[in-house]
């Protein structure tokens, strides 16, 4: 069955540091991943996706990640975290594209000033 | 561009009463859209998906007809929590998609259910 499991539920960095946050899925097929972050009153905001080509795939407010087939990962990062970027977020796999999102159970991040 | 819209926020009802939940696409028109449900420190999970003028298609183990969806136009589609119980409390999120954005799933801000 397909599944998505983020390690971690909470995760606290300072402000300016490093950022991985981590994704496994478990997909028979071509797996189509995306990272969404959701901000208190506010709906989930696409911050990247991977379909096919580069594993390695840059999104919007600095955040990239990177697909590892091997181990079945899909790991967020940002080099340089700021207060702003406190919030929840998602892993989540499709089917076939944007259908049928699978969401991971979330990963809530908090930035020490 | 490309704003879901959900009315109410949050909504407040007594045990055995109906609930109904808008949700809008402001500026685009939505082929389909989406209804989820969040529980606590959980995932999204998909509850059903509606086509404009077309019944939903439910996921497994979603009661069709204690969640009723309608979609009855593109730019609204409606879930109703018919005779609500506590355990239907949570939180409400849609999604809606068009052909022009690639099908991307653009959400809505979630509405927040409790049941007494």
């Known amino acids: 069955a397909q599944s998505v499991t983020q390690p971690d539920i909470h995760i606290t960095v300072s402000e300016g540091a490093s950022l991985e946050l981590r994704c496994n899925y478990s997909y028979g097929a071509t797996p189509y991943l995306f990272w969404y972050v959701q901000s208190p009153g506010q709906g989930l905001q696409l911050l990247l996706k991977y379909f096919s080509g580069d594993t390695l795939v840059q999104g919007i407010k600095g955040f990239e990640a990177e697909f590892k087939r091997s181990q079945s990962s899909f790991n967020l990062r940002k080099p340089s975290v700021h207060w702003s970027d406190a919030a929840e977020y998602f892993c989540?796999?499709?089917?076939?594209?944007?259908?049928?999102?699978?969401f991971g159970a979330g990963t809530r991040l908090a930035v020490h000033p | 561009g490309a704003v879901v819209s959900q009315h109410p926020s949050w909504v407040i009802c007594k045990s055995g009463t109906s609930v109904k939940i808008e949700c809008r696409s402001l500026d685009f028109q939505a082929t389909t859209m989406f209804w989820y449900r969040q529980f606590p420190k959980q995932s999204l999970m998909l509850m059903a998906t509606s086509n404009e003028g077309s019944k939903a298609t439910y996921e497994q183990g979603v009661e069709k007809d204690k969640f009723l969806i309608n979609h009855a136009s593109l730019t609204l589609s409606t879930l109703t929590v018919t005779s609500a119980h506590p355990e239907d409390s949570s939180f409400y999120i849609c999604?809606?998609?068009?052909?022009?954005?690639?099908?991307?799933?653009?959400f809505g801000p979630g509405t927040r259910l409790t049941v007494l």
């Open positions: 989540a796999v499709g089917s076939g594209g944007y259908n049928k999102l699978i």
């Open positions: 999604s809606a998609t068009t052909s022009g954005s690639g099908n991307e799933q653009f």
